[in-house]
């Protein structure tokens, strides 16, 4: 079983429409989890973090659902620059700053 | 500008061939990785480095090698590449004692033939 997962999509949305994505994963013990937006095989930039109290930037907001073991991103008021694909990363353990799990992608095309 | 470069950024060659692709950050980081992004499997790492030094495996190390001589750079070494290492290589860099951000480098296709 992956560590994490992704429905890989694609998403087509029209401008202005919320769009929301889930990612699941595997390890209960996780404790730090982010999304990463990748641009058509450019490097991941991070986008956000997810707390346990979940969290929103702008349009963007994340949300953490422990018990089910699933973050999510809702994208309200979608834009045609925020075509990319989104990956979910968690990381295990807090302290140990080496592993990260990424899920495979979830792509996002906004249309006119 | 704080930031991570590889070089290079496109490389074929063929089997069997050794080849090394650099990664150096100026942000003083002591966290770097090295991660193969492959399509459906997502990116998985295959080395990373704590500190000078200090390196260990990651998921997928099989056919690589590392090194950490210095703070700012860690080389990828492919000493036999075949096919299958065929993708799309990303480094990695980060802080130990703070936010879990990991700052990428531009990416590195690689194609073996």
């Known amino acids: 079983r992956k560590e994490v997962e992704q429905d890989p999509g694609p998403f087509n949305v029209p401008e202005g429409a919320t769009v929301a994505f889930n990612c699941t994963y595997s390890n209960s013990a996780s404790q730090s989890f982010f999304w990463y937006r990748q641009d058509c095989r450019k490097e991941p930039k991070l986008l956000m973090s997810v707390y346990s109290s979940g969290n929103e930037d702008g349009r963007f907001t994340a949300q953490l659902n422990r018990a089910s073991q699933y973050i999510s991103l809702l994208i309200r008021d979608s834009k045609l620059s925020d075509s990319a694909t989104y990956l979910c990363v968690v990381k295990p353990l807090i302290y140990n700053f080496n592993k990260f799990y990424f899920g495979s992608g979830t792509k996002l095309n906004v249309k006119p | 500008e704080a930031q991570v470069t590889q070089n290079p950024r496109y490389l074929i060659t063929v089997t069997g061939k050794k080849l090394t692709v650099t990664c150096s950050q100026n942000m003083n980081h002591e966290y770097m990785s090295w991660y193969r992004q492959d399509p459906g499997l997502g990116l998985r790492q295959i080395y990373y480095?704590?500190?000078?030094?200090?390196?260990d495996k990651g998921d997928v190390p099989e056919g690589y090698k590392v090194s950490r001589k210095e703070k700012r750079n860690f080389p990828l070494i492919l000493e036999s590449p075949s096919p299958n290492q065929t993708s799309l290589y990303f480094c990695a860099s980060g802080w130990t004692g703070g936010p879990d951000t990991q700052y990428f480098g531009p990416g590195t296709r690689l194609t073996v033939l």
């Open positions: 480095s704590m500190n000078v030094e200090v390196t």
